[in-house]
């Protein structure tokens, strides 16, 4: 083997409205992506197939009914769903259908942690009700052992305080959501 | 991020970085303010290699009317980049996912300092333009937004700037240019409220340590003071040369 070329696109589409999907839910599934692509939690190498040739990966996510904190709730079904993923059979750079070599290589759970904050309060897993009314929001998306990916929402402001203090309690709490995913 | 790691070249050669910068250097930045004529405000960066045309529209009666709010004004934001800006969007134009999930994040950092309950039933569009990309397009487009909105005189709780801090290496650094943006291990984009302290704007990708994150809040802080200063020289500009003889400072 010369060349891997190494491709790994997770699209993910949210539909919470009929039509072209919202600023929201565009960054929505942009989060939960880059959380997950940005741990390299999955070796990209088991996906070649020959040269120029690679297999990718897409995960698509529908929101059936919104309660709140989509973020966290689509990243815990998208890391489900890699879990029990199974890696087709490849002979002579082609996918024999309808058998499999054992699961996907996977070597960490991604897992984010959104926070609501309103006025000087601030909130794990904010509910509907307390996202309508939060002034911003902060997720981060952690492995086991580091922080992979953040992202702020909303208009409100967080201070340098908040941002490591929120970050060290998504790794605590990251542990809890961890234990919830089978292998 | 996104770079292929069988060509990854070093980021770091004793201490300096491959344009040459320390790890606490921001690129050069330049900043011309009123630079269009028919836009209420407007600022033009140059931040390394990239060029950033930003314009500023309103207060204006706001269209449609069912985005009207009865009790402060609608911040509106659209940053493009242009189809011959990168090697990346070559060829292409219009908003993308990516450049939607920009405009929405530029926009909720404004929606914090401007004080908009000052104009019920209005919009305020800020347009940002991304001429030539260089790595930090989203950090230079809220800096070049917040200089374009003090011209277009909106009152503003604070004149705020974004700078984001990246992993080259496993040593952090401020400012990433297209090649660590590609390369590096982590990419932090913040945008700073220099006033109050507050984070405005942030976003953060690649693996980090809890010491890691703590030393990029505090590059990037150190970074955005230096960037206010230009912003402020850009403002006063306006007002100490005549207009002809703007845009040819740049050089």
Redesign the interface.
């Known amino acids: 083997m010369d060349t891997?070329n190494?491709i790994k696109r997770d699209t993910l589409s949210a539909l919470l409205a009929a039509g072209p999907?919202s600023?929201?839910s565009?960054?929505l599934?942009?989060v939960v992506d880059?959380g997950i692509?940005?741990?390299?939690i999955i070796d990209l190498n088991s996906f070649y197939l020959e040269e120029d040739k690679v297999m990718a990966i897409y995960i698509d996510i529908f929101i059936l009914d919104h309660d709140g904190n989509l973020i966290d709730a689509s990243a815990l079904a998208a890391m489900q769903a890699l879990l029990s993923c199974r890696m087709p059979k490849v002979e002579n750079g082609k996918i024999v259908r309808g058998e499999f070599v054992g699961k996907l290589p996977v070597k960490d759970k991604v897992v984010t942690c959104t926070f609501g904050k309103r006025g000087d309060k601030i909130f794990l897993d904010p509910a509907l009700d307390e996202e309508k009314g939060m002034d911003a929001r902060?997720t981060f998306a952690t492995?086991s052992?580091?922080?992979?990916?953040?992202?702020?929402?909303?208009?409100?402001?967080?201070?340098?305080k908040?941002?490591?203090e929120l970050?060290?309690m998504s790794?605590a709490k990251g542990n809890d959501l961890r234990a919830l995913l089978k292998e | 991020?996104g770079g292929?790691?069988?060509n990854k070249p070093k980021l770091l050669v004793n201490g300096k970085r491959v344009d040459g910068r320390n790890v606490d250097d921001i690129r050069n930045v330049k900043i011309v303010a009123r630079v269009l004529n028919d836009a209420d405000g407007s600022a033009y960066i140059e931040w390394g290699k990239n060029k950033i045309l930003a314009g500023v529209y309103g207060p204006s009666e706001c269209i449609p009317r069912h985005d009207q709010s009865l009790y402060r004004g609608i911040i509106k934001c659209r940053y493009n980049m242009a189809p011959f800006s990168g090697a990346e969007e070559h060829g292409r134009s219009g908003p993308n996912?990516?450049s939607?999930?920009l405009?929405?994040?530029i926009r909720?950092a404004f929606?914090?300092v401007i004080i908009s309950e000052n104009f019920p039933k209005t919009q305020i569009e800020i347009y940002v333009e991304i001429l030539q990309s260089d790595g930090g397009t989203r950090c230079a487009a809220v800096t070049a937004a917040a200089v374009a909105l003090a011209d277009a005189g909106i009152p503003m709780k604070d004149m705020i700037n974004a700078v984001a801090v990246c992993k080259i290496d496993g040593k952090m650094a401020v400012d990433p240019g297209k090649e660590e943006d590609n390369f590096g291990d982590?990419d932090?984009p913040i945008a700073y409220?220099p006033r109050?302290?507050?984070?405005?704007?942030?976003?953060?990708?690649?693996?980090?340590?809890?010491e890691e994150?703590?030393e990029g809040?505090k590059l990037a802080?150190d970074a955005s003071e230096k960037i206010r200063k230009i912003q402020i020289e850009a403002i006063q500009k306006v007002y100490e040369e005549p207009k002809e003889e703007r845009f040819l400072l740049i050089k």
Request: proline content about 1%; aromatic content about 4%.
């Open positions: 891997i190494e999907p600023d929201e565009i960054e599934a942009r880059r692509r940005s741990a390299n902060l492995t052992q580091h922080i992979c990916a953040g992202q702020k929402g909303g208009w409100g402001s967080f201070s340098e908040d941002v490591l970050a060290e790794l | 991020m292929n790691a069988a996912r990516r939607k999930e405009s929405k994040v909720e929606e914090n982590s932090m409220s109050t302290g507050e984070i405005l704007l942030y976003q953060m990708d690649g693996l980090l340590t809890r994150l703590a809040l802080k």
